[in-house]
């Protein structure tokens, strides 16, 4: 196995993801394997200070840096060069199985989509996120913010995505899948929503228990929650606001801590031909360490052929 990880990207690189390295490669088995993308001059140095051996990585030198608010289809075009650039190429080819990185969100997914391309069957994949239960242990919502429009099928293929990473990436055995609405009654909601329910409710491939509410999101009504990214990217930055508000108000709580974005370490694309994990932007040492495990967890379960094999069949 062989793990692509993208070093240039994130506020606090190459510092904050060469120390997340260091540390996802005391969890790696002799058969897995990190393969670095920066420029190897910066990333040395951070190693030999932390009395790393060197050799214990792979490298593939790049020369050009993607911008944290650079276009992103343009500067995967006019930078070949960059550790995302090059990463893409890299899982393109199959030299790497998976990439993350806290780079720029945008050329994430437009890496993901122009380059290893969305599985066949799949119309829009979808970015998910980790949503913490006040029972114990977490949800997961798709989409969490690829894509601000959606049409009913989309929904419907976020649900049978969430469910199969759920079961085998997260072991929830026969995930609850809600998708969220402003009503729990059938006929409520938009034109969206409305059209989407029946088609979810008549799915086999997935345990629909109906629509949910906001005041749902952290309770265990329901495991995998449906919505378009609009609804839920605006629902996680909420989310994730806890945490910090927390912090500020000097108050400790188990729940709450939960919501620290360090302990998932990024959010999977679902729906595209490899694994990829797009990472926070301002990815700590210990958020970049989970981002790799987790792409670990998503090659070792061969989420990618479990996919293939539902939008295939």
Do not use: W
Request: hydrophobic share 40%; proline share 4%; glycine share 10%.
């Amino acid at each position: 196995m062989r793990i692509g990880l993208d070093i240039m990207g994130g506020d606090y690189a190459p510092n904050a993801t060469v120390l997340g390295a260091i540390a996802a490669q005391k969890h790696l088995k002799e058969q897995q394997h990190l393969v670095l993308f920066g420029n190897k001059n910066q990333i040395v140095p951070i190693l030999k200070e932390q009395n790393f051996n060197p050799d214990l990585f792979e490298y593939v030198e790049t020369t050009e840096v993607i911008g944290m608010g650079e276009h992103p289809t343009k500067a995967i075009v006019q930078k070949p060069n960059s550790s995302i650039s090059l990463g893409f190429q890299f899982l393109k080819e199959g030299k790497i199985d998976s990439f993350a990185s806290a780079g720029n969100t945008g050329a994430m997914l437009v890496g993901s989509l122009f380059s290893v391309k969305a599985i066949e069957g799949v119309t829009r994949p979808a970015v998910s996120a980790i949503i913490p239960k006040v029972k114990g242990g977490f949800g997961m919502m798709v989409d969490a913010g690829a894509n601000a429009d959606c049409k009913p099928e989309n929904l419907v293929q976020f649900a049978i995505m969430g469910s199969l990473y759920a079961k085998y990436v997260y072991n929830i055995e026969t995930p609850k899948v809600g998708m969220m609405n402003l009503g729990e009654e059938e006929e409520k909601g938009n034109l969206l929503t409305q059209a989407s329910y029946p088609l979810l409710k008549g799915n086999s491939n997935i345990n629909f228990i109906g629509n949910i509410e906001g005041r749902d999101l952290f309770n265990d009504k329901a495991d995998v929650i449906v919505c378009d990214g609009f609804t839920g990217n605006v629902l996680l930055k909420l989310a994730e606001s806890f945490y910090v508000l927390t912090l500020k108000k000097g108050l400790k709580d188990e729940f709450f801590d939960r919501f620290n974005y360090e302990q998932y370490g990024g959010s999977p694309v679902l729906g595209v031909n490899a694994p990829v994990i797009i990472g926070h932007g301002i990815s700590s040492p210990e958020a970049i360490k989970n981002m790799i495990l987790l792409s670990k967890d998503m090659v070792e379960t061969k989420i990618i052929e479990r996919f293939k094999t539902a939008f295939n069949s």
